[in-house]
């Protein structure tokens, strides 16, 4: 079945170094990709969107990489702050409602 | 720029009775949508309205009754309630066109005790 996955649920990392999350997804159909942030108590933001006709798009601080051969998403955030630490979700869509979200893994940022 | 607003923010409620999750969007986003968000599962689609007066049904649409007959108002019903149903609901919209269309937006959530 369509599925879209996270390889760490968990990512601890040193004020100031980068981070990166990764997530799989199994759907080849999927033209379009999105990575969220979740801050507690908080409903998911958007961070950055990438399609499929495309390998690296940046935004402030993130980019975002995709590798269709091996169907991986990952989300790269440079000099990673305390208000980075939340949960960050991949979600990979092939239109319309059909928007598959990732279990999510929880970033911590120490001081 | 006030987005989605979703209301009550925190509600407890007794077993077996009815309860309706309201949202509001004003951005005139055609696609409105629903999802329970548990531990252990993520994020669930309940629901979804493609515009005004059309819906459907999403992974886990039991126990559920939804309605659109504004574009920007998407309120989510619980017949009666079960505890099962306690989660935290975020209400959820997108333009449905253009290279972002499909992106999803997210209110700030409903947080659910059913007791």
């Known amino acids: 079945g369509e599925s879209v996955g996270l390889h760490l649920p968990t990512l601890s990392v040193q004020e100031g170094d980068n981070s990166i999350i990764n997530c799989a997804y199994s759907?080849?159909?999927?033209?379009?990709f999105i990575w969220y942030k979740q801050e507690s108590g908080k409903g998911p933001q958007f961070i950055i969107d990438?399609?499929?006709?495309?390998d690296k798009r940046q935004g402030q601080r993130v980019t975002v990489l995709l590798n269709k051969t091996v169907k991986h998403l990952s989300l790269q955030i440079a000099a990673t702050q305390p208000g980075d630490s939340a949960v960050y979700f991949c979600?990979?869509?092939?239109?319309?409602?059909?928007?598959?979200f990732g279990a999510g893994t929880r970033l911590f940022v120490k001081a | 720029d006030a987005g989605i607003t979703q209301s009550p923010r925190y509600k407890i409620t007794e077993t077996g009775r009815q309860v309706t999750l309201m949202c509001h969007q004003t951005?005139?986003?055609?696609?409105m949508f629903w999802y329970r968000q548990d531990l252990g599962h993520g994020l669930r689609l309940i629901y979804y309205?493609?515009?005004?007066?059309?819906?459907d049904k999403g992974e886990v649409p039991d126990g559920y009754v939804v309605s659109r007959s504004k574009t920007e108002n998407f309120p989510l019903t619980l017949e009666s309630a079960t505890r099962s149903q306690t989660s935290v609901y975020f209400c959820?919209?997108?333009?449905?066109?253009?290279?972002?269309?499909?992106?999803?937006?997210f209110g700030e959530g409903s947080w659910l005790t059913v007791v």
């Open positions: 959820a919209s997108s333009a449905g066109q253009g290279f972002s269309g499909n992106t999803i937006y």
């Open positions: 759907n080849s159909a999927s033209d379009y």
């Open positions: 990438i399609r499929s006709n495309m």
């Open positions: 979600a990979e869509s092939s239109g319309g409602f059909k928007t598959i």
């Open positions: 951005w005139s986003h055609s696609y």
């Open positions: 309205s493609a515009a005004a007066d059309i819906t």
